[in-house]
Structures are given as C-alpha cells and as structure tokens.
C-alpha cells in the first residue's frame, strides 16, 4: 500500500526522469523489433522504418502511458484551471457578480460558524473538560430550581462515590484601596483545589493551595486574565506585590490564564478563609446557611452522568433520612448534575442553531442564484463546448472543466467571504459575551477556515454541476437535438427560481416573526418609566459597615443624593426591574389564614427597597404608606413593616384592604406587618407580574445596593457629583457600574435584537437576489419566444395580452415557490418558537404580509422583461425568427 | 497467418501477469512470449502493451528495475509482486469461470 502510494507519488515528481527512462524503454523495444527484421533479411533503413510502422504512433504510444501516470492527473487540473481563468476574464460582469454573492454567502455561513465552533464545539480549555458537571440542589414540587449548598451540604457530597473532587464557588467583592479611587473587586471565593479539580493551570506564579485555606492564614488573591490586563496592562510583575483590600493587605500570588468562568466573570480568586460570611460560625454549623452559590464537580474517568445521579441519590436519599426538617419531603428534594460545557452554552445554543440554519437558508439561495446564472451563460458557450468535444475531449473531461470553472468562482468567493466573516465575528462576539463565557473563545481557528474552504468547493461543484451536466449533455450525440437541451434548461431554471423563492418565503417568515416578537417586547409596559433614569451600585466594604451602620449609611446616601442639583429624587433597591440577577423568592404565610404549601403555591418574590425608590423608579403607592424613615434599623423587631404589589392583594385578599394584615417570609418566625400597596411592575419584559412583596432596606443590615437617580437633565452627566456624595460620606466607597435605565433596557432586548437583525438582513438579501433571479429568468424566456411574440401581435394580440403572459409565466413559478415555502414554514418555525415573544410561529399576519411582499417584488421583477416583451415590433420579431 | 485476435485491456492485463509469473522480463521479451505460447493467433498491439505495463507498476501489481539484457543494452524489466500473484490467481478463476459458462452455452 505504502509502495503504490510512493510510485503513484514519485510519478508527479520525477516527471522528467520518467520521460527519459520511458523514451529509452520504447527505443529498446524498436531496436529489438528492427533487429528481428533484419535478421529476416530486410536492409538496416527499412527494418527500421518497418519496426516504427509496426510499432505504432510513437507519440501516441508516449500519450497513453502519461496517461497513466498521476502526473497527467496534476497537468489537466493545471490546464483546466487556466482555461478557466482565460474564460472568466471574458466575462468580468458576470465572475464578479458570481463572486460577490458567494462572498456574501459564505462570508455569513463563516462567520456564524465560528461563533458555534467556539462555543458549542470547541471542548473547554479545562483538562479533559468533558468531565466537569456543576451540582444543583433543587426542590422541584416547591418551585426551587437552585438552592445553593452549605458548607456541611458540600462536604456531605463530597464523599458521593462518581466524583473526583467537589469545590466551592460563590461571588462576593472586596474594595481595593490605595489606588486613586477606591475600586470595587468581584471575588470569586472558591476551595482551595479549586483550579486543580478544573485543570487550569496558572499563567504566572501558582494557584491556591490547601494551606492558603487554613484558618489564620496570610490573604491570598489570583488574578483572573481579563481583569489583570484591565488593570493592570499585562505586567506579569505584578505577582508577589501587595494590595490593600477592605482592612487587610493580600498578596498576588498568581495569574490566570484566559478560560471561560462560570457561573460569572470575576476579578480575583480568593480561598474560603478570605470571606468572613464563609468562616462564621453560622456557615460552617448551620445546615441552612447556603452561602455557596455554585458547586463544581469532577467525574471520575469512565463514570456516566447517570451514574453520577444515582450515587448523588443515594447521598440525598441519607441527607434526608437524617434530616427530615431540613429536606421535607413534600418538596422533592433532590440533587443534579449537569455537563459544565452545557450550562455555559444553554442559554445561547438554540439561538445560535437557528441562526446558521438561516445561514445555510441563504447558501442555498446564493447557491440557486449561482446555478441559474450559470445556465444562461451556458447558452453562449455551447459551441465552443461542441468544439471541445469535437477534438476529443471526454465527457468526463468536459465536466471537470467546467467544475473547475465554477469552483474557482467559489473559492474566489470564499477568500473574500472570509474577509467579511472577520468584520461579522467581531461584531457577533460582542454580543455573545452577555450570554456565554465562552465568547472570548470565538476566534477564526483554523477548523473555521477548513470549513470555509469546504463549503466553498462543495458549493462550487453543486451549483457548477447543474450546468456542467447539462452542457456536456448537449454536446452529447444522443441529445443532438439541441431543441431538447434547451428546454431542459428552461425547465431546470425555472426549478432553481421554484427553490429560492421557497427558500426565500421561509426566511422571511423567521424574519418577519422575530420582527413582530421583538416590536412587541419594546411595546411591553414594564410598570414604571425609563427615561432620564441613572442606575449604580453601591456595595459596601463589609469589614467597616455592619447591621445599624448600614442603614444609617444608606440614609444618608439617600439624602445626598437628593440634594444634588438636577436631581428629581433618588432611592435604592436591592434590585430594579430589568436588571439580570434576580431577587430571592419564598414561601410566605399570612397570620390567620391556612395557605396551600405546595409548588408555587403562595410562592412570592422579595424585593428591597428605600422609601425614595418608588418615587425613582415611577412605581406609583396605590393604597396605604410608603416607608419611612420611623421604619428603621431600630424598628426592625419591635415594628417589621412590608410593602406589597396589586397582584398580590388581589391574589390573596381580592377586593378587601390587606393594610394590617401580617405576613412571614421565614416560616412563622417572624410577622411583618402590611402598611401599603404599590402598583405591579415586571421584572423582566419577557415575564409576566408576580406577587411581590418589598421590605425595607432601612431596617435591614444590607451590604450592596442598586441606586436609581431621576434627573431632570441627562443623568449620565451626573456620575461625577453622584460620586462625589458618596465620597463625601465615605471617601473610601467606590461607586460603580453606571448605566441609564435606557441602556439597561436595551441590553435586555439584546438577544432578540440580534436575531432579529441578522435575520432581517438574510431576508432582504434573499429578497433581492431571488428577485434578481426572476428578472434574469423572466428576461431570457422573453428573450427566446420573441419571435413567438411577434406572431401573436401580428394576428392580433394587444400589448396588454402579452403582457400578462409573461407575468402569468412569472407568478407561476412564484406561487409554486411560494406553496412549498408555506409547507416548509409551517413545519420549521416551530424551532423558532422558544425565541418569540406574544407571537405564535404560525401567525397568519406575518404569513400573508410576507406573501403579498414576495407576490409584490416577484411582479415588479417580472414587470420589466415583461414590458419590453410587449414593446416589441412584430415585424422585428418576425424577421429574426 | 492466423486471424489476429482483438484483445480486451483486462485481459491483456492478465496475459501480462501471467507471463510475469515465470520470471523477470522486459517488454520486448513478453510480447515474444506472449506470441509464441499463443502459437501466433495472439499478436500483442505494441501500441497498448506499454501503456499496460505501465499502468500495472501505478497499480502495485508489478515492480520494474533497470538491468542489462543478452546484448548488453539497458532494459526495463518486470517483475511480479505479491499483490500481483494474489490478483493474477484471483484473475485466472474469474477467466476459467467466464470461460467454462462460454463453452458450456456454446455446447448445447
């Protein structure tokens, strides 16, 4: 096998060689030949003459073993591809329209590519990533889908027999100082073989270590990638120097490499001894206390995920036997893994599938497109293809000369395609970063470019392939009759119009419904007002801030605030609608009433808030009072007091007053008491209204709030005197993450944004190239019946008739198109109905609206061909048939 | 003289495997041999045995090697490989198959 590779090989390279040694093998045989002639008794110059005569053409002889050399293989590829090029030169309009549309084409198909190769196909940068699973808690029958986990709950699971290790991960922030602002830090608080049972190692310095977890020990921090080349321009010096955070010096101890973080990007890594919330006595006691936000395991090699759950069952099975309070069993208590890779990409992946899909939707038509213009060149070239095969080239020769031609075209297309998928992946990565970490993966690697170059050439020869075979057929003796040739082509060509307008009717559809969907969530009234709204995050330096502290802080932000000039009001919320995180949700029960305790049942959210918030965010008080500043941290025992949403009123109290009444979010621990009711809000647009209660930051020790200032100006110009406010209580309290409820609002529609932008695109750019098409098609046939034209004008028929029959020609072919879009659309915009908003995927508006367009541009296209077909002189017509 | 035979590629591929078996030749000697075994009713087309060998050495079947001949000239001579063994054995009982049912419809 390795020999016949190696001659086959060998011949394509010592060519020359071959020459000579094959002359030398024919000139042996000829010198026997003639001496066997002579010594039949010829004279020396005649036996020789008699042995070349014998022997045959020599050079024919010579031909025929090229022929079978792999060499001969190389040369026609080389001839074909000149030849190629010689022929595209005499067309340029033509190559450069084929190639601008392939460019357009592939150049979408590349750069969506890329981002589905990044996120969904690459493997995680992690060693042998595949075996990482993130755990979840859950209560099903309760409603709760993430409990978190305590410190006892992960030891406890630590020992289940699938996994390789089992660490920790929750978000916190530290405030580093001694910079000129005091800047907030997100931590990322995890185990300390954290980075071990992930299979990262550092970039610079090293990881943690089991001895930075010890009580005691000196505080240690990692860089995450993205935040030291923020920060700290790439300089790998900065290992082993010392930063002052809340009240403690920590030290640099390593760098990261740039991988995907879950569930958040982070700035620093810190080990569990650094956060005072994960060392109390509380955390590491109490069973409840479910501090860690996320839990990350290891499977052992060869372990399935089905085993996994069934040894995380037999854990929960004895947690709940040993435990029964904690783990009631009307709950559903139970525990999950899930692949790491899935989790990072869930959200994003069925996005991503459709939008290639869509991308493969305009392949095909470019690809159509490609093909029918092919097919009308095809006409001009029949002679010189009769010629070809005339000298004799070979049917097969014929087709891979014009294959060649076409895949040159494509893979011209492909180069510059790839140009503008470059352009396109910056602008698709951007948005990719707010729905997965692995956007900073997204490069053009080189599977992308294999892929590029794949589908180039396969395009090439399908849409090459329609006219090369029936070119080479109409050259072929049997189809002599080029009547038939043509009317085959006719025929083909109208099939490829049939095809893109079917094509194009389904991606207007997807189009035209995510349109609709992402209108309607912009029309969404969310409750409360965006406009001239600036929104900021305070979290406090937990060392400094405790219990009464905080609410006096906050009070006096509060004031300060207001005071700015400009500024209509000011309030703080532990979140504001719109915002992603979201609040806590529970249980609650009402004092004298029995209340069904199961899933969703009198499940409602909590939400936090300043008096001054609902001023800010536009939220009117429907009944009742707003806090006050009696409602303090003082207050909180002796005079709990909430705030409650309509929904909820009318949910559990219908028409009657809910003032007084009393209601608890901790099982009957504690009662608050209802002082008013404030009108309903969504949270998020795509939601509907739910019950929500609202408790009074003021009474609470709250660490981290979101402000929201209302100015009469634009409030982006604020920041400065905001900060200044709050430096003027505190210097060392940085403030950050600024945003207009505006920008915050658009970020929310950001996904359905971009779906519906790029598919917009695809569908105009279907629309126009399938329009183009039907005017090429259209033309040409008037082109070939104008003698029949002539003749009816001539007996008679008005300008009018023949009009109309051309358009009738066109429309059928639109309709035909048009009938198996619709079957196809039906089918497949089911996929779509995950990402739409207030729309059914079977909407008949969109439906008929995107039908009366494509009948509308279809008929304008046909119109001009059709009009010059009624132009004609009959006698003209006449005469040139 | 008797009539020439029009000889198919596939089976001038297996005559040449055939007289290959025997030994080393170059191709002058095995359109002789192919000659004087077929007593003179098989006259090898010079013009298609080269092209033939040729295309048998791309295939593996057979190996060539420049050697000296009897008048002292260099010449290109074949050899059979152990592909070209297995192919040749497998070709033969395809022959005498094809052959047999030949005889046998012409016989009745």
Known sequence: MVHRLKTRLSSLFRRSRYERELASELEFHIDMLTEQYVRAGMAAAEARRAALRNFGPLERVKDDVRDTWLSRLWETLVQDVRYGFRNLRRSPGFAFVVVFTMALGIGANTAIFSVVNGVLLRPLPFKDGEQLVVLRQQQPAAGVEDMGFSYKEILDYRAAKSLDGLVEFHNMWFILLGRSEPERVSTGVVSANFFDVLGVKPLYGRTLQAADDAPGAPAVLLLSHGYWKKTFGGDPTVVGKVYQMNDRPHQVVGILPPVPQYPLEVDVYMPTSACPFRSSKSALENRTFRIVGTAFGRLKPGVTLDKCHADLSVVSSQLQLDHPQEYPKERGYRATASPLQAEMTREFRRTLLVLLGTAGFVLLIVCASVANLMLARMVRREREVAVRAALGASHTRLLRQLLTESTILAIAGGAIGLGLAHWGVDLLVAYAQQFTPRASEIHIDTSVLLYTLGISVVTGLVFGSVPAINGSLSVSPALRDSGRATHNRQTIRNWLIVVQVAASFMLLIGAGLTIRSLIKLQQVDPGFRTDNILTMRIDLNFTKYRNERTSEFWQRVEERMKGIPGVITAGGGGTFPLNDGGSPSGSILIKGRELPQSAGGSRVDFLFATPDYFAAIGQPLISGRNFNLGDNYGARQTRPVALINRSMARRYWGNEDPLGQQISGNGGNSWATIVGVVADTRQQLREPVRDEVYLPIFQRGFLSTNWLVRSRVDPAIMQREIRSAVHAIDPDQPVDNFRTLAEVRSASLASPTLVATLLGLFGLLALVITAAGIAGVIAFSVNQRTHEFGIRMALGAQRASVLSLVLRQGLALVLSGLAIGLAGALVLTRLLATLLFGIQPTDGFTFVAVSMVLIAVAAIACLIPARRAASVDPMVALRVG | ?108
């Open chain 2, 1 to 108: 003289m008797a009539p020439k035979s029009e000889l198919l590629q596939g089976t001038l591929d297996l005559l040449i495997l055939k007289t290959l078996e025997t030994g080393t030749m170059h191709g002058w000697g095995i359109s002789l041999r192919i000659q004087a075994v077929s007593e003179d009713v098989l006259q090898v087309n010079q013009g298609s045995l080269y092209p033939a060998l040729h295309r048998l050495e791309q295939q593996g079947l057979i190996a060539s090697q420049w050697g000296a001949s009897e008048n002292n000239r260099q010449a290109k001579y074949y050899e059979l490989t152990r592909l070209g063994r297995k192919q040749l054995a497998a070709e033969t009982k395809n022959w005498e198959r094809l052959a047999g049912a030949v005889a046998r419809i012409l016989a009745h």
